[in-house]
């Protein structure tokens, strides 16, 4: 459906209702939440092997059928208006193309102390005092240290790191000598 606004601009008009983008939306969260239910199935009295399949179907199945049933209950338009509507959230909060040399080096930092940590930890961290009692936690904050540097290292790092998945990325060796 096409119509005009006030200025005589033709634009399409959203096709979806908004009951039902709310009702996808909350299938969606729901989904998205389940994986945060499998404590309970491991702490609840039930046989091995149904913790097991409910655990994994937490985990893996239900968020994604949740995601299948949501687009189903929004329609095409109100899937594509909650896409839109996200990607304009995060392109506006998302990392910068470029960062300050000393936001860089940061980045690096935080970027390759969790990975280095992460390789000698197995080997070494029954050495380190207090590490045995908290490894889990200690190996959280590094992963989310890990992710945080994608943040702090901005978009032309997201492009380098995307680049080391890509076979035939190339460098160009004149921006290097800048």
Known sequence: MVGQDNQG???????????RLNLGAIVLILGFLSPLLIPFVTNSDWSTIIKSILSGLLAFGIPELFMIIAIAI?????????????????????????????RYRIGLVMFIVPIIISIIAPYFGSKLVYYE?????????????????????????W??????????????MESLKK
């Open 159 to 172: 492009e380098k790191l995307r680049g080391l998945f890509n076979r035939k990325a190339k460098i160009n």
């Open 74 to 102: 929004m329609g095409k338009d109100g899937y594509n208006y909650l896409k839109r509507l996200f990607s304009v959230l995060f392109w506006r909060y998302g990392p910068p193309n470029e960062v300050s040399l000393l």
């Open 133 to 157: 009692d908290n490894k889990t936690i200690i190996m959280l904050v590094f992963h989310f240290m890990l992710l945080m540097s994608l943040f702090v290292l901005g978009g032309d790092f």
């Open 9 to 19: 601009i033709k634009r399409k008009k959203n096709k979806f209702d908004k009951a």
